[in-house]
């Protein structure tokens, strides 16, 4: 008799055991989802508000610390002779006692892990009562912290003495609602003889190698038969005594799997059968791609190289950092992820990185990364703080990243391991030195336990010690640009994004700049009369240390800062656009010596100011738009040299770039000053850069620009900063016409209009423009697509607060 599986996915309850619960919700017994999170069940009970909306996320605090128990009845066979019933979790949230008819069977305190527990000595066939308790993973922390001392951390709670997700606690973009619950699947598994406890396949471009681990409950010969796609099938006998067994398969005419922009992304079945005297036991099913991966590290001049090499192809990493999707894990379905990773995919962007604050991400994430070709840097989940390396977090640590890896190893997608993040420049930098004393603070899982870890289980895919860090060079600052990855927050924290023209890293893994989520997102999470910069509910939905603050002095180097706060919303987010504009170009333009660029942050959890591109509710923000055009294979764009503009052509595509570039002078009227024509010759994968001519005769600089063109790409550059720009304020007309799918608009420029945008959430929420951030000459039209269900009043595209551009904020 072969596996079999039962859901227990039904039936559950959750009440409230103990803590500051309110009075109206200790004495309630709620029906639970499973898989599922005690805040869900009490919204769907309508027992608590929407934690994402005003200033609920603060009434919620008493969640922190209080426990809770889950019920459901069980009613199964009890275990025949010679079989075994095991009761499976595939994650809890997070400090759990698990019980059957009152009798304990397990404890647990990592929602990273998995458990497995033998009930078979104890399913009667009778209804049986499944309890499962939830102590405030909160307390937990804070004793364990007492016993093993505390470690420095940039938040308040104690996130790095218990292994639930970092920012489950808060975070600087994301809400402090400390969930608890049966996260995951939950059921019996009933087997005999043996099952399969864990395959990995590990392959390369030609190679597979195929390990097959088993648990038995008898000590029987048996055999495994793996099938791989069109490549046959091999036998694989595992003797009595065999715990595990290994198959080498080469795969010499197996098609290749490619990230985007380069080729096929090809998977192929893997299936493994566990069989005894030709019964299947148990069996595995997946997918593989054929690829190689590799990190180049190699000394040069400047250092030393950090470039991803995937089928021998150097990739020019175009990436985008992810986070949790929702702060509620639970409510994240395949197909969220699916339209989140599309997002990227859309933006030109090749990579994603799974940042170590979060979680291991589902199987759906990587299948979908898998499909679409987007490669995974995946963080192990140790963000911003100091480990302790002692027990009981020290094996918790260990064993999640055993399972973890283990689970993930089949994802052609996923090319390399990162020890965490921040924490090897936390330690350099953040004065943790004095702070820790004689106290461990997790060097030995970045430099000893993972790298041994990986090397037995999976020595196909590159390790990296810390985002940041500097592995090839024992005196140099974790953050050291000739080395390994650097951050660059100085940009945001302090300076300006100009601040990204000082320096050329070799890979910088995260830079970014906040901006409001958009209009019709933040219309649905606060009330009409929070929609101010310092109303109490705003500033709950802004997180960063200072980030309002931040948001003004950014604004205020480029532009006049606007009191109204409509005109301010559009400012930050124009802003944003230009800082990712800015230093996705900076960067690209360095090409071969930065071989990456992953900008914080992709994706939103909730509805927040933050550095997302794409904003809690899913919705575009102005610099979605401008990283797609950064990260366009083919982009055109000044950047800076030796203080000046230059025309950087950046090639990212297999065939070389012939064009011709026209530059011109070009007053704000329209009149040009200057013209000039400049042969493009970019290489495969390479970079020109085209100096503009000196000296430029710019006349006026408050009225002057220079544009480039080439093919359908422009690019433009300013003599002066928006506030002295003598830009015409209204210099556009609009006509529109309705279309099956929503309308197209028709913008039509008199004067030099800059970064032009139709923000039309603001007119239907599911509005959306084909795009935006557009520069038009006088004489000039542009026709924007808008895709929407809604009945719209033509007149309403021209609306100032809806037809904006850079002209808009100077009258
Ligand atoms: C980096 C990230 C996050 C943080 C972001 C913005 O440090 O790793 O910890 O949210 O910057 O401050």
Request: glycine share 8%.
């Amino acid at each position: 008799m072969g596996m079999r599986k039962t859901e227990l996915h039904t039936g559950w309850t959750v009440r409230a055991t103990g803590g500051p619960v309110p009075p109206e919700i200790a004495e309630r017994t709620v029906p639970a989802t499973v898989p599922g999170t005690v805040h869900t069940d009490l919204l769907d009970a309508g027992l608590i508000p929407d934690p994402y909306l005003g200033e609920n996320e603060g009434a919620l605090a008493w969640f922190h610390r209080t426990s809770w128990r889950y019920d459901t009845v069980l009613r199964a066979e009890p275990a025949a002779p010679g079989e075994r019933l095991d009761l499976v979790f595939d994650g809890l949230d997070t400090v759990a006692t698990i019980e059957l008819d009152g009798v304990e069977i397990g404890r647990t305190a990592n929602m990273h892990r998995g458990y497995r527990f033998d009930v078979s000595a104890l399913v009667t066939g009778e209804d049986q009562t499944l309890t499962v308790r939830f102590a405030s993973a909160l307390e937990y922390a804070e004793r364990l912290q007492d016993e093993i001392g505390e470690r420095p951390r940039p938040y308040p709670h104690p996130f790095n003495a218990v292994r639930k997700m970092a920012c489950s606690f808060g975070w600087d973009w994301g809400p402090d609602l400390q969930t608890a619950g049966i996260w995951k699947a939950v059921r019996l598994e009933r087997w005999q003889t043996a099952r399969i406890t864990a395959v990995r396949p590990l392959a390369t471009r030609d190679h597979l190698t195929v390990v097959v681990d088993v648990e038995r409950a008898a000590g029987v010969n048996l055999v495994a038969e793996i099938y791989v796609g069109e490549h046959g099938r091999r036998r694989l006998p595992l003797p009595a005594a065999a715990g595990s067994g290994t198959v080498e398969i080469d795969v010499e005419d197996a098609p290749l799997w490619w990230p985007i922009g380069y080729g096929d992304q090809t998977l192929v079945p893997i299936t493994v059968k566990l069989l005894y005297q030709g019964d299947i036991l148990d069996r595995f099913d997946s997918r593989v791609g054929f690829r190689d991966v590799r990190l180049d590290e190699t000394p040069d001049e400047h250092g030393s190289a950090f470039t991803l090499v995937v089928n021998d192809q150097p990739i020019f990493v175009r990436g985008l950092n992810w986070i949790p999707d929702d702060h509620l894990l639970t409510r994240i379905t395949c197909t969220t992820l699916e339209r989140a990773v599309n997002r990227a995919a859309l933006a030109n962007a090749n990579l994603l990185r799974v940042w170590g604050g979060g979680i291991w991400e589902s199987d759906d994430f990587y299948d979908v990364c898998d499909e679409q070709g987007i490669l995974v840097w995946q963080d192990f989940p140790l963000a911003c703080a100091a480990y302790a390396e002692e027990e009981p977090i020290r094996s918790e640590i260990l064993a999640e990243a055993r399972e973890n890896v283990t689970r993930l190893v089949p994802h052609p997608s996923l090319i390399l391991w990162n020890g965490g993040n921040e924490n090897i420049w936390g330690h350099e930098d953040w004065g943790w030195k004095e702070a820790l004393g004689d106290l461990t603070w997790g060097a030995r899982y970045y430099y000893e336990d993972f790298p041994a870890l990986l090397a037995a289980l999976d020595p196909t895919r590159p390790y990296h010690p810390g985002s940041p860090s500097s592995p090839l060079s024992s005196q140099a600052h974790p953050n050291d640009d000739r080395y390994g990855t650097r951050h660059e927050w100085e940009a945001w924290n302090r300076e300006d994004y100009t601040f990204h023209d000082q320096f050329v890293p070799r890979f910088c893994s995260e830079f970014g700049w906040q901006a409001p989520p958009a209009w019709a997102t933040l219309e649905s999470s606060l009330d009409a009369a929070d929609l101010r910069k310092d109303s109490a509910a705003f500033l709950l939905h802004q997180k960063a240390e200072g980030g309002n603050a931040k948001l003004d002095a950014g604004i205020t180097r480029h532009m006049r800062l606007p009191d109204d706060f409509g005109d301010w919303h559009w400012a930050a987010q124009l802003n944003q656009a230009r800082a990712t504009r800015h230093a996705v170009l900076h960067l690209r333009s360095h090409a071969p010596r930065t071989m990456g660029s992953i900008l914080w942050q992709l994706n939103d959890c909730w509805p927040v100011t933050s550095w997302a591109v794409v904003d809690g509710a899913g919705r575009l923000k102005p610099a979605w738009y401008a990283l797609r055009a950064a990260y366009e294979p083919r982009a055109l764009g000044f950047v800076v040299r030796d203080g000046g503009p230059v025309l950087a052509a950046v090639n990212d595509s297999d065939a070389r770039w012939e064009s011709r570039a026209q530059i011109r002078l070009i007053g704000f009227d329209g009149k040009v000053v200057e013209e000039r024509w400049a042969d493009l010759e970019v290489p495969a994968r390479g970079v020109s850069l085209i100096p503009v001519g000196e000296p430029l005769p710019v006349g006026d600089p408050a009225r002057t620009v220079l544009v480039a063109d080439a093919g359908s790409l422009r690019a433009t550059h300013l003599f002066a900063e928006d506030y002295d720009l003598a830009f015409d304020p209204s210099p556009v007309e609009v006509s529109v016409r309705a279309v099956d799918t929503g309308y197209e608009v028709t913008v039509s420029a008199s004067a030099y209009t800059r970064d032009l945008a139709l923000l039309v959430d603001r007119l239907a929420p599911d509005a959306v423009v084909d795009e935006m951030l557009v520069d038009l000459l006088p004489g000039e039209s542009r026709t924007f697509s808008v895709t929407t269900t809604a009945t719209l009043d033509p007149a309403a595209f021209a609306a100032p607060e809806v037809l904006r551009s850079a002209n808009s904020l100077t009258g």
